[in-house]
């Protein structure tokens, strides 16, 4: 049993945190994910004992790639290493001079082409490798036309962003097509794509050569972990500019225990019931909408499938009536009250959300009641 103001672990405690709920979704700022109990279990199983890492490795790259149908895929340390390694690969390649030689770019194709609205702090994950982007999307011409020019000589990739607000006009099939004409690979962030499951074989069927997912977001494995998949070749040279070998990823080490638990995360993943899950977010968004019901000026509604959003979230819209505290008011008060209640504020416009992906059962009635001791 732990108190109502314990974090809900004694380590955690001890060190004198604060207990957080979390209406923000899979943030890494508040710790990502729950780890569901067989993933903390296969982490402990496999936490002292010894293995070959580099057979490890393989194994573990078939196992990802018969889940999401590509030809090979590899454990990375976070979506971010899984970024760092993509640019490595499609750079040096596997050619072992060249590995050794980055961030140093001389003499290699050294330049991934970015669309001008998927811009985000993630690339410097790229450029840590080595990589300079170079923008497109901006000139004049069609889309297509543009990343056709944009494409040249020094392009050693393309990558197309998956995220909030990223829209991009051209398809992931379309970007393929132009980029694949030129014999460039496409690069994919799909950090936050999971659920839904689809997603998981739905990018590398349009044609992806490399893409990537968090492992401590919606799959639920450990925080730092992500899985890349793709092209055998590819993933062969991302292997090879990773931990354990010397390379420009030595510093992203996924470590063994972590490796066996995102596996047990992805097979979990992949055989639960998203729909029971879904099902489950939607009451807990109910519950908290219906603390914003009748008030003058405040519009609480579930704004269910919106690829914005994280789940069916919970979403209060203020209008011109509306005289209590602003959403950003809101929010700090909440994140300053124990337990510490973490919202979102103003994507669309000047509203506060709740995302419900990332609370556990009872947690929403207790969101529901500080909102409306809020709003009141
Ligand atoms: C979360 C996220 C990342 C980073 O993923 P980690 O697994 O935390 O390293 C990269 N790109 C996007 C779009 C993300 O949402």
Same mark, same amino acid.
């Given at each position: 049993m ?15 945190l ?23 279990? !296969? ?18 790259g078939?196992?990802?790639?018969e889940?999401?149908g ?11 290493? &899984? ?18 030689q980055?961030?140093d ?22 450029r ?6 170079k923008?497109? &999307? ?5 889309? !297509?036309e ?22 991009? !006009? ?21 950090a936050?794509?999971l ?23 919606? %799959? ?12 055998a ?12 070998? !010397?390379?420009?990823?030595? *510093? ?10 995102? %596996? ?15 099902a ?9 909408t219906?603390? *914003?019901?009748?008030?003058?000026? %405040? ?9 914005n959003?994280? *789940? ?13 505290p ?6 700090a ?18 509203? %506060? ?24």
């Amino acid at each position: 049993m732990t108190s109502t103001n314990s974090t809900g672990s004694k380590q955690f405690d001890a060190l004198g945190l604060k207990k957080i709920i979390n209406g923000r979704s899979w943030v890494t700022i508040l710790g990502g994910s729950r780890m569901p109990e067989e993933v903390q279990d !296969a982490m402990t199983d496999a936490a002292n004992t010894f293995i070959d890492f580099h057979e490890l490795n393989k194994r573990a790259g078939t196992l990802i790639a018969e889940y999401t149908g590509a030809e090979a895929g590899l454990v990375v340390a976070g979506a971010s290493a &899984g970024l760092l390694v993509q640019a490595a690969a499609c750079m040096a390649g596997s050619d072992p001079d060249r590995i050794l030689q980055l961030p140093d770019t001389n003499g290699m194709k050294d330049e991934i082409l970015i669309f001008e609205n998927h811009r985000f702090g993630f690339e410097i994950c790229y450029r840590t490798a080595g990589a300079t982007l170079k923008e497109w &999307g901006k000139d004049e011409g069609t889309l !297509a036309e543009q990343l056709e020019v944009a494409i040249d000589e020094k392009t050693a990739a393309v990558t197309y962003v998956f995220g909030p607000w990223m829209d991009c !006009a051209l398809t992931l099939r379309e970007v393929v097509a132009i980029a694949h004409a030129k014999d460039v690979p496409v690069i994919v962030d799909a950090a936050a794509m999971l659920p839904p499951a689809d997603n998981l074989t739905k990018y590398v069927a349009e044609g992806a050569d490399l893409v990537t997912f968090s492992g401590g977001k919606g %799959l639920r494995g450990p925080q730092s972990t992500g899985i890349l998949a793709g092209r055998a070749d590819l993933v062969e040279a991302a292997r090879l500019n990773m931990s354990p070998h !010397a390379s420009v990823g030595r *510093g992203s080490k996924v470590a063994k225990e972590e490796i066996a638990a995102v %596996l047990v995360a992805l097979k979990r993943f992949v055989s639960m019931d998203h729909e029971a899950e879904w099902a489950t977010w939607r009451g807990w968004s109910e519950t908290i909408t219906a603390s *914003g019901r009748s008030f003058d000026g %405040l519009r609480p509604v579930i704004e269910d499938g919106d690829p914005n959003r994280q *789940g069916p979230t919970a979403v209060f819209y203020f209008d011109e009536r509306w005289d209590g505290p602003s959403s950003k008011e809101i929010q700090a008060n909440l994140a300053a009250g124990n337990p510490s209640i973490h919202v979102g504020v103003g994507n669309y416009g000047d509203e %506060l959300y709740v995302s419900p992906v990332a609370l556990e059962s009872g947690e929403a009635e207790t969101v529901a009641e500080a909102l409306r001791a809020a709003f009141s």
